[in-house]
């Protein structure tokens, strides 16, 4: 089988398990949203008080542990980090930070265009132009470093953090917050999500497909190999949304579920979490598979997009499908004002360095 069959055939199997998750109670367009699904988690731990978006998804708890689980059964598993963790965190924040203001992560982008949502096509344009810039810095030399290896404790903390927010699921304790209504309401039974999760985690982790990669490799270098992963998720999302959840599929910009009509930032939120996945050197769900797999730096990249997801929903920085708020129109031009000048010193320092080198060098 050649590669592009088979990475078609990887992203085919998560678009048809988000068009099953949606079919049995996710909300509509979001059988998968790692944002949306990060936000969900931050309510429920009581890190913002949306009573509307609460619940621990079991679905990130199986991209953890399926991507754990198969990393240790193929080698993959290693503690490693190290590589400008804070800056790390902040990309993360900033991320979730575009991602709420369009309502959706990139993947989600994808699942609302394959049930017919053609407001993310606003969001699909402002991604692209977020990779493109985010490519500039990457041929001035932008990087954050290398990760060294770490004590292998720090690659089980991830793992073991989704462990204990199953538990937590589990269990119900009362310091853990549920929605009674709204999208948070809205969910697949926990051991389906669970299992398909870990399926998606599994595959994710094999496949190493990216939404930012397949663009940024197709950009950069004119490679498609991961972009056909892509393309498999929407063409199989699509169809299994026409056969499975025909009644909600609507083609148009009006009425979407958890979505709104205001381009411009529809645009200028994804153009914020498209600089942010190219600098960070991965989408959510790629920096979510990463941690799974004993990644510190996409940890702290989980971290920074649960508190960023808090954040935005404790200072109303979120939008909703009335539309974007002022402080969310705010936030998003500060995120990538913040963002720029990030990549911009790190690009300045790494020249310097190269200079002052070549200077000895030469000296």
């Known amino acids: 089988m050649n590669d592009r069959r088979k990475m078609f055939i990887y992203g085919g199997i998560i678009g048809l398990i988000a068009a099953i998750l949606m079919k049995y109670g996710n909300p509509g367009n979001m059988g998968i949203c790692v944002a949306c699904f990060y936000r969900d988690i931050a309510g429920a731990l009581g890190l913002h008080r949306a009573p509307i978006v609460q619940y621990i998804r079991p679905e990130i708890i199986g991209f ?28 993360g924040f900033f991320l979730v930070i575009g991602a709420l203001v369009f309502l959706g992560c990139p993947l989600r982008m994808i699942l609302r265009l394959a049930n017919g949502d053609l407001n993310a096509l606003t969001g699909l344009l402002g991604y692209l132009i977020g990779i493109f810039i985010g490519i500039q810095f990457l041929k001035k030399g932008y990087t954050l470093g290398s990760a060294g290896n770490q004590p292998k404790i720090s690659g089980f903390i991830m793992p073991v953090v989704a462990i204990a927010l199953l538990i937590f699921l589990i269990i119900k304790p009362d ?3 549920f929605s009674e209504e709204g999208p948070g309401s809205m969910t697949a039974p926990v051991l389906l999500a669970l299992i398909l999760g ?3 985690g599994a595959i994710l982790q094999r496949s190493r497909i990216c939404t930012a990669g397949a663009f940024r490799d197709m950009m950069l270098i004119r490679d498609s190999h991961f972009l056909w992963g892509i393309i498999g998720i929407f063409v199989v999302n699509l169809i299994a949304n026409l056969v499975l959840n025909f009644e909600s599929f609507n083609l148009g910009f009006v009425d979407q579920p958890v979505a709104h009509a205001d381009h411009i930032w529809n645009i200028l939120g994804m153009i914020l ?91």
Request: proline share 2%; aromatic share 6%.
């Open 64 to 91: 953890i542990l399926g991507a754990f689980i198969i990393a240790v059964a193929k080698g993959d598993f290693k503690s490693r980090g190290g590589s400008s963790p804070l800056i790390r965190f902040f990309l």
């Open 175 to 177: 310091f853990i917050f």
């Open 198 to 200: 870990m399926v998606v």
């Open 273 to 363: 979490t498209g600089i942010c996945s190219v600098l960070l050197g991965g989408c959510p769900v790629r920096q979510t598979i990463l941690a799974g797999e004993g990644d510190a730096d996409a940890g702290i990249t989980v971290l920074g997009i649960i508190i960023g997801a808090a954040f935005a929903h404790n200072f109303g920085l979120a939008s909703s499908p009335k539309g974007v708020t002022s402080n969310g129109k705010i936030a998003v031009i500060i995120g990538i004002v913040v963002v720029l000048v990030i990549a911009i010193s790190v690009v300045k320092e790494r020249n310097c360095k190269l200079q002052k080198k070549e200077s000895e060098i030469h000296g």
